[in-house]
Structures are given as structure tokens and as C-alpha cells.
């Protein structure tokens, strides 16, 4: 297993090992105490998993508020997906900063994003099954969101907006200057 930094504080891109050959492949997506070994010691304690049918679906952004914030371990088992992250962290080196990453059945790459990030992505192709991990459970009293078209942000999405597939839900996200924002970094959280 491989960890690969990337350009947001505490986010981690993760390889496992694949083994292949002509039947297929096999690969350990989740060994806790491999995973153990290489820092990442969350408690996940739910599995998610949704299915987009169409290229150009966009779910998000996501998150939890305090105290139920969710630390999430995503991969995309099936298709392709553009991935983003936002860090919401007051304080971070990253704050404010966002990052995206093609997941897909072909990299086997899956993203741990912790707390205090907003999620979201868009579906590169048809049939997009996308799994994750989550340590907190979902509390609908806590749920939230940012508008994935905040322009103070920046977010460069590799399709044309106006073409997008939204939830009703994920249209009227507020932008992140109109959240009343609990997430503050802490230099111990590295």
C-alpha cells in the first residue's frame, strides 16, 4: 500500500496493492491494521454507496457540522469520477483551498478526506458506483453543504456547468462566506 501526499493539509491519496491477471484482479480495499500501519487510524463505522447513471451527475459539496463532522475514505468501484475537496479548516495552511482527483475502477486510487472538508464530484461516465467510508454517522440535524459553483472558491470542473445533473438539494447550497463556520484547525490534527 502506498500513501501519496497531495496539496491539501492531512488529505492523502490511497493506493493499494492490485493483483492481476487474466481472470481480473484482486486488491485489499480496507485492512484496518495495514491501514494502521500507515497513520490513518479512524473508526469507520458506516459504509455509503451510491450509483449515477449518466455522465455528468455532480453530488455535492458535502459535510457534517460539529460534533458530527465525518471523516470519509471514498473510492469509485465502477466508471470514473472527478473528485473534489474543500478545506473548511479556519486556520489550516490549506484553508479555502480546493483539490480535485480522477477516482476510477482502473486506479484503484481511493481519497481520505478528514474532517472538516467539504465533498463532492461529478461522474466522468455512465454507471459511476461510488463507496465510502465514513467515522461518524449520518445526522441529517448536522448536514450540510456548499454551493459547488462558488466563485470564491474557484472549483474548475471538467464539464460545462450548465449541463450538469443536480439533486434540488445540491442547487441551493449557500456559499461558504454565508455559513457560519465551526471548523477551526488544530496544529495536533496534523
Request: glycine share 6%; proline share 4%; charged share 25%.
Amino acid at each position: 500500500m502506498k500513501l501519496i501526499d497531495t496539496s491539501l493539509q492531512d488529505v492523502v491519496l490511497i493506493e493499494t496493492d492490485v493483483y492481476g491477471d487474466h481472470r481480473g484482479f484482486f486488491t485489499e480495499s480496507y485492512t484496518q491494521n495495514k491501514f494502521e500501519k500507515m497513520g490513518i487510524n479512524n473508526n469507520f463505522i458506516q459504509d455509503n454507496h451510491s450509483l449515477s447513471k449518466e455522465p455528468g451527475v455532480l453530488r455535492g459539496m458535502h459535510f457534517q457540522m460539529p460534533p458530527k463532522a465525518q471523516t470519509k475514505m471514498i473510492r469509485c468501484t465502477t466508471g470514473a469520477i472527478y473528485d473534489v475537496i474543500v478545506d473548511l479548516r479556519k486556520g489550516s495552511p490549506s484553508f479555502e483551498k480546493w483539490e480535485g482527483f480522477i477516482l476510477s475502477e482502473h486506479n484503484h486510487r481511493q481519497l481520505l478526506v478528514p474532517k472538516g472538508f467539504a465533498h463532492g464530484f461529478i461522474t466522468l461516465t455512465e454507471n459511476c458506483n461510488v463507496q465510502y467510508k465514513v467515522d461518524e454517522l449520518y445526522s441529517k440535524e448536522h448536514d450540510a453543504g456548499i454551493a459547488f459553483d462558488d466563485a470564491d472558491i474557484g472549483i474548475i470542473w471538467p464539464m460545462n456547468l450548465n449541463s450538469v445533473i443536480l439533486s434540488e438539494k445540491d442547487k441551493h447550497h449557500p456559499k461558504l462566506s454565508e455559513i457560519n463556520n465551526p471548523f477551526v484547525w488544530k496544529e495536533e490534527e496534523k
